[in-house]
């Protein structure tokens, strides 16, 4: 006999597979990824296109005025300066909301209510809600239904609407200008984060074509604070702003806020930090300023009828106790995260991007070095690595060679070879094989990286009509999903994992792994996507899944 609680949680745990699947349905296949692409020389249509989903779904886009909105830009750091943005306000017991993407390990991730994801029968509720309304309305839109991503950013206005919000803090998807978070007329404060090359189908090859995207979410009269940008991206989000009317700051260094605790102390590991924790102090700061004092911004803060002529420098001010108790109680998983489980120590970081990555590995090989310091004996170094799209990986690899690893790992954003169960994580927009065919690309990169040639004579070993590993040299090895990549590089050392089973693999296979058995403690990087670190957090964080 069930228990009635074990009931109403399986009961409640299908309706959310329902809805998730029924979500899936909305993934974007590569013809239309490319329709889209041929569609963004024309933003207007975008964002039309958005406001008529919004109608549909029962919401104007005056109600988003009503959200007050900090709107966040930027190739490397916009989530983390979100996260810091988030907590700082919710820390003056603001009732929050907090959109971001992707999500690591669940999709209610995406969608925040004072820094936890939505529960379970929220998201149901407010998914059948939304959804229904769009289906029933198809029909008269030429059967037009919103894709995946469209469909969350109006689910989280949604729910933000509905729940009473006091603020919402909006990470950008892909862009700025293009992006239907752009819908947003009048948020109270934007923000843009370190600038750097990523998304370049979509965004541009140059640093200044993508600067010209992440300056579209400037609006009228707005104010908006941007990091130290790049010569030639500053100059572009300077005549951004001056077309927009916007005004335009750039934050000051963290070390230039004076607390009165000393040296502000940061949640998130890694020096690149610093400037998003102060980006987010200035976001923070106005938002304050027009919510709590009389006419909205006091007369220190800079006049928004200005020559806007240069870019302005923000004035660093001193940090209260609130917002130094924000920035060091920051939590935002997957990004320089660490993680020790008994003789195993996994670092995690969704660095995809060169700059991203050069900021992975500067905190890498510090934290690394650190925990070899207090290790009983010899450690073993793994590399598990997975990079997708249009990133050149080659590249990335080529950055992490000088940590000397012991073993490169490579494998695919499959959480486990049986997925049915795994319907967060479910990705129809790339085919499994083009998927292992990246893993063996990079595997190979790996190799000319080390100067060991390339075996065309090498085969995969088949189980189970998947491929395992490859047959080769001891220092490089591909798996077909991460369950089975995280089981062969501890060896039944990690207590979580070793709880799901023992993975079976060819003797001569088996041999290959004596160093990992024989060393006093492992450390796993675990870079290049954030959905391998996602699928990896999945089986490494049960709590994580729940």
């Not at 729910?159 to 978070?181: P, R």
Request: aromatic share 8%; with cysteine.
């Amino acid at each position: 006999i069930r228990h009635p609680y074990s009931t109403l949680h399986y009961i409640m745990t299908t309706k959310v597979i329902d809805a998730i699947c029924t979500l899936n349905t909305l993934q974007t296949n590569a013809s239309a990824l490319e329709q889209v692409r041929r569609e963004r020389c024309n933003p207007q249509v975008q964002l039309q296109a958005m406001r008529g989903f919004l109608e549909r779904a029962g919401i104007t886009v005056e109600e988003l005025d009503h959200l007050n909105i900090i709107h966040v830009t930027g190739t490397k750091g916009k989530g983390s300066t979100c996260a810091f943005t988030e907590q700082i306000l919710r820390s003056y017991g603001f009732c929050t909301g907090f959109y971001s993407s992707p999500h690591l390990v669940q999709v209610r991730e995406r969608i925040r209510i004072n820094g936890q994801p939505i529960g379970k029968e929220l998201f149901t509720k407010y998914f059948w809600q939304v959804y229904g309304r769009l289906y029933e309305t198809k029909d008269a839109h030429g059967g037009t239904m919103p894709a995946y991503f469209r469909f969350l950013t109006i689910l989280a206005f949604h729910v933000f609407l509905q729940e009473k919000v006091d603020l919402a803090v909006i990470e950008v998807g892909i862009g700025g200008a293009y992006d239907c978070t752009n819908i947003i007329r009048r948020p109270w404060v934007c923000g843009i984060s370190s600038l750097g090359i990523d998304h370049t189908q979509i965004l541009g090859d140059t640093t200044e074509k993508i600067a010209w995207q992440k300056g579209g979410i400037f609006k009228s009269g707005v104010p908006a604070f941007t990091v130290k940008q790049p010569e030639e991206a500053m100059a572009v989000l300077k005549d951004r702003a001056k077309e927009i009317s916007c005004p335009l700051w750039v934050c000051p260094e963290l070390e230039d806020y004076k607390a009165d605790c000393g040296p502000l102390h940061l949640g998130l590991a890694g020096k690149h930090q610093r400037s998003n924790a102060s980006l987010a102090l200035q976001l923070s700061h106005t938002w304050l300023q027009k919510r709590c004092l009389p006419g909205g911004i006091d007369q220190s803060f800079p006049s928004t009828h200005f020559d806007n002529t240069s870019i302005l420098q923000a004035t660093p001010f001193k940090p209260t106790p609130i917002m130094v108790k924000g920035l060091a109680e920051t939590e935002w998983h997957g990004r320089n995260q660490t993680l020790k489980h008994g003789a195993v120590t996994y670092f995690l970081d969704g660095a995809h991007t060169m700059r991203s990555m050069q900021a992975c590995l500067q905190w890498f090989t510090e934290t690394a070095a650190q925990h070899e310091r207090n290790a009983s004996g010899p450690v073993t170094r793994v590399l598990l690595f997975n990079a997708t799209g249009e990133r050149d990986s080659a590249a990335m690899l080529k950055l992490l060679v000088p940590c000397h690893f012991d073993f490169a790992v490579f494998c695919p954003n499959i959480t486990e070879a049986i997925t049915s169960c795994n319907a967060d994580q479910q990705n129809f927009n790339v085919s499994v094989e083009n998927m292992l065919t990246r893993c063996l690309d990079n595997e190979r990169s790996w190799r000319l990286h080390h100067s060991l040639g390339d075996n065309q004579g090498t085969q995969l070993l088949i189980e189970g009509g998947l491929p395992l590993i490859s047959e080769k040299k001891a220092d490089t090895l591909v798996f077909p999903c991460i369950l089975s990549a995280l089981q062969w590089i501890t060896q039944g050392r990690d207590a979580v994992l070793a709880a799901k089973g023992v993975l079976a693999v060819k003797p001569n296979i088996a041999a290959k792994a004596a160093l990992l058995r024989s060393a006093a403690e492992i450390h796993v990087l675990i870079t290049g996507s954030l959905h391998l670190v996602g699928g990896a957090l999945k089986h490494l964080d049960p709590e994580s899944s729940k």
